[in-house]
């Protein structure tokens, strides 16, 4: 870079490499000698650039930053119950695989709608409903809640007692929001599962809405209090769904309906985030951020579900972060990265077939390439990424040597 000295004031600048003219930034704080502009606080956290975001720590830098807990806090044998959106369901199926206690996955569990249900409960109002169902007993007015074939499932005693029984005792509560879009029985207000069933709809009581951030964070404040009140020792992960709408009921387009209302949600959980973080066991796990921002092409051709290899490196991140266990039984986190790049498009795709393989003369053939991006840093990015993974299979390959 050029024209670049101690304590300037903003300015553009030119890139020697490219050329190519940007903005820097003078980074100040209230402690610094330089007062000649703005004042940027304590913490400031700039966008990354595209080199940024090559390396295998980029996520754990440029998205968990601020949100990841200081240590691993879960075990073996801590109990876990995620419900909430087929998100939920996804990081149940990991961490039983992975041998992590997963109360939802047991079969006495199956009986509870959040276990035979559970990826259907997509808004805040229904998650609400199930706690304070089980925990305080509460029946509504009329049916609300409806299988997939619109069957009725009612307030059965048996179901509400195996649901607290497996609230009763969750050690770590992951709750992923869906959609802030709800059909609701307007005379009492109360909010359905999903849509209604036509031979039952009623459309002079029963109507859509967008609800509203104010609704959403209520309801999360909810939930957040009653597991403190029921359960105060265990901690609770609030995730957002990075699944777009299917289709919206709003008249205009399904694309910008969900915009609308993912951005309602994640407004919501942030101010939650805001006011009870500083208690100590309220977390917010960012897969939402991770899908859409960090991949080029992270879905199938539905274009509403990431592709395997996006969501095994959200997974194995989630594992690498919050759970504790031998760093040699965890999937490697560096193989799980360069395959969901490659496989959305950040990366060249055929890098996908060398890592499946673990074909070193692959990674040999692309680190002798004279060049693997027209960005100088990220070329270098690139070639430390497949230069890491390349350690690391040898690596491997030596410790299985001597073992055997």
């Known amino acids: 870079m050029t024209g670049k000295h101690r304590g300037e004031q903003d300015h553009l600048v030119t890139d020697d490499a490219t050329g190519m003219r940007q903005l820097v930034f003078q980074?100040?704080?209230?402690?610094?000698?330089?007062?000649?502009?703005?004042?940027?606080?304590?913490?400031t956290n700039f966008n990354p650039k595209a080199a940024q975001m090559v390396g295998v720590d980029?996520?754990?830098?440029?998205?968990?930053?601020?949100?990841a807990p200081e240590k691993p806090l879960i075990t073996p044998s801590t109990q876990i119950t995620a419900f909430g959106s087929c998100f939920a369901a996804n990081i149940s199926r990991w961490l039983s695989a992975r041998n992590y206690n997963v109360l939802n996955s047991r079969e006495e569990a199956k009986a509870a709608y959040v276990v035979s249900m559970g990826e259907g409960m997509v808004n805040s109002f229904v998650i609400r409903q199930q706690f304070e169902w089980?925990?305080?007993?509460?029946?509504?007015?009329?049916?609300?809640?409806?299988?997939?074939?619109?069957?009725?499932?009612?307030?059965?005693?048996?179901?509400?007692?195996?649901?607290?029984?497996?609230?009763?005792?969750?050690?770590?509560?992951?709750?992923?929001?869906?959609?802030?879009?709800v059909w609701y029985d307007e005379p009492t207000g109360n909010v359905f599962w999903r849509t209604i069933p036509k031979d039952v709809y009623d459309p002079s009581r029963?109507?859509?809405?967008?609800?509203?951030?104010?609704?959403?964070?209520?309801?999360?404040?909810a939930i957040y209090e009653l597991i403190r009140k029921h359960r105060p020792e265990a901690k609770i992960i609030f995730t957002l769904s990075p699944i777009p709408l299917i289709a919206t009921f709003?008249?205009?387009?399904?694309?910008?309906?969900?915009?609308?209302?993912?951005?309602?949600?994640?407004?919501?959980?942030?101010?939650?985030?805001?006011?009870?973080?500083?208690?100590?066991?309220?977390?917010?796990?960012?897969?939402?951020?991770?899908?859409?921002?960090?991949?080029?092409?992270?879905?199938?051709?539905?274009r509403r579900h990431p592709v395997p290899q996006t969501l095994d490196f959200i997974m194995t991140l989630f594992e690498h972060v919050w759970c504790e266990g031998r760093e040699e039984t965890r999937p490697s986190l560096t193989e799980a990265w360069v395959r969901a790049q490659a496989a959305a498009g950040n990366l060249p795709r055929d890098l996908l077939r060398i890592v499946n393989h673990r074909k070193l003369a692959g990674i040999d053939r692309y680190l002798a390439r004279e060049r693997l991006s027209r960005d100088p840093e990220?070329?270098?990015?690139?070639?430390?990424?497949?230069?890491?993974?390349?350690?690391?299979?040898?690596?491997?390959?030596?410790?299985?040597l001597a073992a055997e």
């Open 27 to 43: 980074r100040t704080t209230k402690d610094s000698r330089e007062h000649r502009t703005w004042f940027r606080g304590e913490s």
């Open 58 to 67: 980029a996520v754990r830098k440029h998205v968990l930053h601020g949100w």
């Open 134 to 181: 089980a925990w305080e007993n509460k029946v509504f007015e009329q049916p609300l809640w409806h299988g997939y074939n619109a069957e009725e499932y009612g307030y059965d005693e048996a179901v509400r007692l195996e649901t607290k029984r497996i609230f009763d005792e969750t050690d770590v509560f992951i709750l992923t929001f869906g959609l802030s879009e």
């Open 206 to 221: 029963h109507k859509f809405r967008v609800s509203s951030v104010e609704e959403n964070r209520e309801n999360m404040l």
């Open 250 to 302: 709003r008249d205009v387009s399904c694309l910008t309906a969900n915009s609308v209302s993912k951005s309602v949600l994640r407004v919501a959980i942030d101010e939650v985030m805001r006011a009870k973080r500083d208690e100590g066991c309220l977390y917010y796990w960012p897969s939402y951020e991770i899908i859409t921002d960090v991949f080029r092409l992270p879905y199938r051709a539905d």
């Open 378 to 400: 990220e070329d270098a990015e690139i070639r430390a990424l497949l230069e890491r993974l390349r350690d690391e299979w040898l690596e491997g390959m030596a410790v299985r």
